[in-house]
C-alpha cells in the first residue's frame, strides 16, 4: 500500500471518531446549571425594605376610638346617681353660719342626716315638711362636726339687687310626689342598680350637667323627671343657673 494511501485512511478514521464524539456530547444530559445566589447589595437591599416595612407606623385610630368610647356617656353616669324625693322632717340650728342640721325621710322608713348649706337663704320654717331632691350615694362627710349622709340639691344664681348676692332654691317636685320616688333623665330608664358609693369624679362631671332651662332642671339639656312629672324651679331663678 502507498504511502498517500495509508495517510488517507488515517485521516478518515479520525473524522469518524470526531463525528462519534460529537453524537455522544448531543445524547448525553448537560450538568446541572448552579442555582444563583443573590449579591450582598440584594441581600442588603431586602433587609432595608424588611426594616422599612416593620417601621411603619401603626394605625392607632382604633385603639383611640376604643378608649374614647370606655368613657361614660352623661346618661350612663347619671343612672348611677341615686336622686330621690325627700322630706325634711328636721332643721336644727347649729354653731354655724351657713348650715342646718336637718333630717330627711327618703322612703321605706330610712331617714338621714342632712348638713345643708341653706341658712342664709331659706327659712327654717319654710323648709321644714317641704319635699326636696337629694342625691344619697355620695360618700358621707363630716360638715361642722356632724356627719352628713346625703344632700339636698338647689339651684345657684346672682341675685342683681345685691352686690355680690345669690339668689339659692332648692328643687321643686311635681305635685303628687312622695318619699323615695326616683329621679331620672326623660328619655332614659329609671336606675334600678345604683353603686354604694359614687365616685366623686362621676358626680363632678354630672354637676357640670346641671342647668335651669325654663324652670326646669335639666342635665345634659334633657329635663330631669320624676314618674309624675318635671323637676322645677320658681320664676326667680334664672335660665343658666347652675344647680348643685
Known amino acids: 500500500m502507498s504511502t498517500v494511501t495509508e495517510l488517507d485512511l488515517a485521516i478518515q478514521q479520525v473524522d469518524s471518531l470526531l463525528s462519534q464524539l460529537q453524537v455522544d456530547s448531543k445524547v448525553r444530559p448537560s450538568a446541572q446549571e448552579p442555582k444563583a445566589v443573590p449579591s450582598k447589595d440584594a441581600k442588603n437591599a431586602g433587609k432595608k425594605a424588611a426594616g ?6 401603626k394605625d392607632t385610630s382604633s385603639a383611640a376610638s376604643a378608649a374614647a368610647g370606655s368613657q361614660p356617656a352623661i346618661h350612663e353616669l347619671f343612672a348611677k346617681a341615686q336622686l330621690q324625693v325627700a322630706r325634711v322632717t328636721s332643721v336644727e340650728e347649729i354653731d354655724s353660719v351657713k348650715l342646718y342640721k336637718c333630717k330627711v325621710d327618703i ?5 338621714k342626716q342632712v348638713m345643708a348649706g341653706l341658712k342664709q337663704h331659706m327659712a327654717k320654717e319654710k323648709l321644714l315638711q317641704s319635699l326636696v331632691v337629694v342625691i344619697t350615694n355620695l360618700k358621707a362627710a363630716k360638715l361642722a362636726g356632724e356627719m352628713s349622709e346625703a344632700m339636698i340639691l338647689a339651684a345657684q344664681a346672682p341675685d342683681p339687687s345685691i352686690t355680690q ?7 321643686q317636685v311635681p305635685e303628687g310626689s312622695e318619699p323615695g320616688d326616683g329621679i331620672f333623665m326623660e328619655g332614659q330608664a329609671l ?8 365616685k366623686s369624679d362621676f358626680w363632678k362631671k354630672i354637676v357640670a350637667e346641671l342647668q335651669v332651662r325654663d324652670h326646669i332642671a335639666c342635665c345634659a339639656k334633657q329635663k330631669l323627671v320624676t314618674a309624675k312629672g318635671p323637676v322645677h324651679l320658681p320664676s326667680a331663678i334664672p335660665d343658666g343657673a347652675g344647680i348643685h
Not at 191 to 198: E, I, R, S
Open 107 to 111: 322612703g321605706s322608713g330610712v331617714t
Open 191 to 198: 336606675g334600678t342598680a345604683f353603686p354604694k358609693t359614687l
Open 165 to 171: 348676692g345669690e339668689i339659692v332654691q332648692v328643687l
Open 52 to 57: 422599612a416595612a416593620s417601621t411603619q407606623p
